[in-house]
């Protein structure tokens, strides 16, 4: 129990104007928070952007970017002195092998050309599209009345498009429903599942959409306060939200906005985790219930949405539910699509809900090579043929063919790629990653990394005689998602390509 006026809330920010952790600074950061040291120790401690100090310069280990080269471009930076630290993902697929400097801004190096959906008006995000500054499905939202608002909300069919694909308006009539009336917006924009992308894009390219599509949610909801929790990564988007927020200073004087950057964790993605940041904690996924639309920040009310989802909204405000439903092909309305890999054009396309993977490919140039497996929705999805690429990229079609659309970062491997050691780079993210609050995760991620890697080094199948049982504790014991599905690449891997295990057919 922390005393009366401590102010966990900073703990995480003031660690990072300090530098880092270091005693000197928990000290300071404890006795302007009242916060005790050990706490601020074991917050700090957690995130990868504030656990050490010092300046150095991050090299992605997304699969896109192993694939592209990382390694060798790690290597040649540490040949040149600098300081090095590999990363998990740097959400930039597309710019594969990906490199921050010391300030956390991007490096750029000649790759191959990227890609994004051109202008089309009929499209709800219009990525390449003029930006419109006018608010005025904020205005209509308004006029309508909260109800109709979340009527329109349902008739659309919006489901979450961070992952978890749960319909929009459930979570809007949930907080609606709550007695207590102090209520939040909690945008999550710590966007960190190795290939994806599109929520950088869209905090870049149309970010009064998203503001406006969280000024009519909190409107609707009755928030006063609304907080958009951006990946600590992405400095170029905060300052073009901040740029937006100031330009768009009269339409949104109704609510307080507060830009909050993430520390480094890629757990945060979980709604709950991301709540725990917000309060200045370790990124510990919540048991549910209590969801966050009953007791969420601070325990109030809170209506969580992805960049993507709240994107959508004042289109959907605009033009009508039925209007964006009809866009979808299997599924309602349009999709954010990142593809990344062995394409010709990676990039993020917006396209109905429901294509299959050689429509997506066509729009990013074609195949590079000769294509053998891709990742459908991020690391979390595993891996499938490409036989199968037939099957809709959307929430229902690849849930049954056993894997997941998730935040559709879709990555294509052609077949010059050792899928063992695909599966090898996957597991070691998870484990990386695995907040390491149940055992079944914390456990389980690093066996099986281990076991991955025990089989590379002696191509022995029975090092992997046990990989099927761990998987099925994790995912029956984890608490959140990631341990949920940190199985799945290897899972997946072996289903479909066991001659990459050592399997030989008919054995």
Not at 129 to 135: F, I, K, L, N
Not at 344 to 352: F, H, K, S
Not at 479 to 484: D, E, N, S
């Amino acid at each position: 129990m922390l005393e009366r006026g401590a102010q966990r809330e900073r703990v995480l920010a003031l660690l990072e104007e300090e530098g880092g952790v270091t005693e000197a600074s928990v000290r300071r950061v404890a006795e302007i928070t009242r916060v005790p040291e050990a706490e601020v120790w074991g917050a700090g401690l957690f995130y990868t952007l504030i656990n050490r100090p010092g300046r150095r310069v991050r090299v992605c280990d997304g699969l896109s970017c192993r694939m592209a080269g990382a390694d060798d471009l790690a290597r040649r930076l540490a040949e040149r002195g600098k300081d090095c630290e590999r990363v998990s993902c740097l959400g930039q697929c597309d710019r594969a092998p990906a490199t921050l400097d010391e300030d956390l801004e991007l490096v750029s190096y000649e790759g191959r050309p990227r890609g994004i959906t051109p202008d089309d008006p009929e499209l709800p995000m219009n990525l390449a599209g003029a930006v419109d500054r006018s608010y005025s499905a904020l205005a209509r939202a308004r006029e309508l009345g909260a109800e109709r608002v979340v009527g329109e909300i349902e008739a659309s069919g919006l489901q979450g498009r961070g992952g978890a694909g749960f319909p929009a308006h459930l979570k809007w009539r949930a907080v609606l429903a709550q007695a207590e009336t102090e209520r939040y917006v909690v945008c999550n924009a710590d966007e960190g599942e190795p290939g994806t992308f599109k929520d950088r894009e869209l905090m870049l390219r149309q970010p009064h959409e998203l503001l406006e599509g969280l000024a009519i949610s909190a409107h609707c909801v009755g928030a006063r306060d609304v907080y958009l929790y951006v990946r600590g990564e992405y400095t170029s988007e905060r300052r073009a939200l901040e740029a937006a927020l100031e330009e768009a200073r009269d339409a949104l004087s109704a609510f307080r906005w507060h830009l909050v950057a993430g520390h480094g964790a890629y757990i945060c993605g979980d709604e709950t985790a991301l709540l725990e940041s917000l309060e200045g904690k370790r990124g510990m996924p919540r048991l549910k219930p209590p969801f966050p639309t009953e007791s969420g920040f601070r325990g109030k009310p809170t209506l969580m949405h992805n960049v993507e989802t709240s994107a959508c909204v004042p289109a959907i405000v605009r033009r009508g539910g039925g209007w964006f439903r009809a866009l979808g092909r299997t599924e309602p309305g349009t999709k954010l699509y990142c593809v990344s890999g062995h394409v010709v054009r990676p990039g993020v396309y917006e396209l109905p809900l429901g294509i299959g993977l050689d429509e997506l490919v066509e729009c990013a140039g074609g195949y590079d090579g000769n294509p053998a497996a891709f990742s459908p929705g991020g690391a979390s999805s595993g891996f499938l043929p490409i036989s199968r690429r037939e099957l809709p990229l959307d929430f229902r079609g690849l849930a049954a063919a056993g894997s997941m659309l998730g935040s559709a970062g879709v990555v294509v491997l052609n077949d010059t790629v050792d899928l063992a050691r695909a599966v090898a780079w996957q597991m070691e993210f998870f484990e990386r990653e695995s907040c390491g609050q149940c055992a079944p995760c914390r456990i389980g991620t690093r066996y099986l990394r281990r076991q991955v890697d025990r089989y590379l080094a002696s191509g022995d199948p029975d090092a992997l005689a046990h990989a099927a049982d761990v998987g099925w504790e994790m995912d029956e014991g984890s608490i959140c998602g990631l341990g949920m599905v940190a199985a799945k690449p290897l899972e997946s891997a072996r289903l479909y390509f066991p001659e990459a295990f050592g399997v030989r057919e008919g054995t």
